[in-house]
């Protein structure tokens, strides 16, 4: 089974604290709630229309550098479970049947253009 936190990390490694805290929040990584564009600005005295622009920065360089051993086994490992039943799967049923974060997944499968 995959450590989706060690491949998590690796993809945020590449952004800038403050990207990465967005992203944190965002998806609620690795488990925790997701936040709103508009909670998050008011932390941070921003609009909601600024963190859209930090979070989709981030998701690009994220995606750019989604590349590598690492990432193959984890789309290779979501691709094979969802050809099991016939290609579709209810993201909380393949995270349950993955056994590993919902949040996590569906960050990964954004970020490398498989969601």
Do not use: C, W
Request: glycine share 8%.
């Amino acid at each position: 089974m995959l450590n989706l936190n060690k491949i998590v990390d690796l993809a945020l490694s590449e952004l800038s604290p403050r990207q990465r805290e967005i992203i944190v929040r965002r998806y609620g990584l690795p488990s925790g709630p997701s936040m709103t564009l508009a909670d998050i600005g008011d932390s941070y005295g921003v609009t909601r229309e600024r963190v859209r622009q930090i979070e989709a920065n981030a998701l690009a360089a994220v995606h750019r550098q989604f590349r590598g051993d690492v990432f193959d086994s984890f789309t290779k490992m979501v691709t094979g479970h969802l050809q099991k039943f016939g290609g579709v799967r209810r993201h909380s049923a393949l995270s349950e049947e993955l056994q590993n974060s919902p949040n996590q997944i569906k960050f990964l499968l954004e970020v490398s253009g498989r969601a």
